[in-house]
Structure formats: C-alpha cells, structure tokens
C-alpha cells in the first residue's frame, strides 16, 4: 500500500503541475488575444480616421470647385454689367454732349 500511496501522491504532484502550466499558458493566450484584439482595434480606427479624412478631403475640393464655378459665373455676370454700364453710359455722354453743344450754339445764335 506504500507504493500506491506514493503513486497516488506523484500522480496529484503531477496534475498539479498539469494544471499550473495548463493556467499559465491559458493566462498568456488570454493576453496574447488582449493584445491582439487591442491592436485590432487600433487598426480599425486608424482605417476609420483615414476614410474619413480622405471624405472630408474629398467634400473640400468639391466645395472649392463648385465656389471656383460661381465665382467665374458671377465674374462673367459682373463683367456683362460693366460693359453694358459702360455702352449706355457712352450713349449718354455723347447725347448730353450733343445737348449741351446744342444748347450753346443755340443760345449764341
């Protein structure tokens, strides 16, 4: 009964052994998955920050070009006024000269 005992002792030492390595190498996959979803994350928002700022990029140019457009529209509308400003304000200084030359040649005579 000595010799089972021992057995029975060894075999208890042996499993507790089992069971101390089975935990730490359960602890260090538990941390090595930690980590791994850790950096899995990071690499999420990273790719999430870099979408968004590409869009965002994306929605500027757009929003330059499209005040680019208007700003050109409204140049060629402002420039049409002046010179249509300028042709009537030629018509009436030629007819105002005309008066006026009128005017004093008439009151000379």
């Known amino acids: ?15 507790d ?5 089975l935990k730490r ?26 979408k968004e700022l590409e869009r965002i990029k994306r929605q500027q140019e757009n929003e330059i070009e499209e005040t680019l457009k208007n700003t ?7 420039y049409k006024d002046c010179e249509e400003m300028k042709i009537k304000f030629q018509l009436q ?4 000269i005309q008066d006026i030359f009128n005017h004093i040649f008439n009151q000379s005579a």
């Open 17 to 21: 052994k089992n069971a101390a390595e």
């Open 25 to 50: 190498n359960f602890d260090k996959e538990i941390e090595d998955r930690k980590k791994k979803v850790k950096e899995e994350i990071e690499s999420l928002k990273c790719e999430i920050v870099d």
């Open 72 to 78: 050109k529209v409204m140049k060629e509308a402002a």
């Open 1 to 15: 009964m000595d010799v089972s005992m021992e057995e029975v002792i060894k075999n208890i030492i042996h499993i």
């Open 93 to 96: 200084k030629d007819k105002l």
